[in-house]
């Protein structure tokens, strides 16, 4: 890879650790709700994992349940998230980096998970996002942006996350 190259993929992944810290989430029932970042997190585990190979990221069981197993570990139990995909899978669009194809060409909030995988073809990320997230170590420095911001009362729960 050149030098510019690899200078463009630093200005990314600075771009993408500064969306990450800057989420809008709800603060109605106080502390910032978590459905946002769980939800990226369980993509990228699900990337990492090789499970996700393309830019196409469906409201699978898959994801569902990797979202409630992280949700289980990482809420503060202020929200009741579990089982509510559907909340930051629509809401995270207004981020900027992911982006909705709907199945009928127009799309309203969903009401369950059932719902959603009635509306969503599927989600993406941007493409560069999603280039760093094929990297290990950009992975890695996207996660530990994420947990530090958004979990960091966790620290001990996730050092092997």
């Known amino acids: 890879m050149s030098e510019n190259q690899e200078l463009h993929r630093e200005k990314n992944l600075a771009y993408y650790c500064q969306r990450f810290t800057e989420l809008k989430t709800s603060k109605r029932l106080g502390p910032n709700a978590e459905y946002k970042p769980i939800l990226i997190l369980s993509v990228i585990d699900l ?5 996700i190979e393309n830019n196409q990221i469906a409201a699978s069981e898959q994801l569902i349940d990797t ?3 992280h949700w ?10 579990k089982d509510n995909l559907h909340l930051p899978f629509f809401y995270l669009q207004s981020e900027g980096f992911w982006h909705i194809e709907s199945k009928n060409n127009s799309l309203k909030q969903p009401s369950s998970v059932k719902k959603l995988k009635e509306v969503v073809e599927y989600a993406s ?11 290990k170590n950009y992975r890695k420095e996207l996660i530990d942006v994420l947990i530090a911001t958004w979990f960091s009362a966790n620290q001990k729960i996730l050092k092997n996350f």
């Open 125 to 135: 990320l941007d493409p560069e996002l999603f280039e760093l997230l094929q990297d």
């Open 72 to 81: 289980d570990i990482l809420s503060s139990g202020t929200y009741q998230g």
């Open 47 to 51: 990337i990492a994992q090789g499970f």
């Open 67 to 69: 979202f409630n197993k």
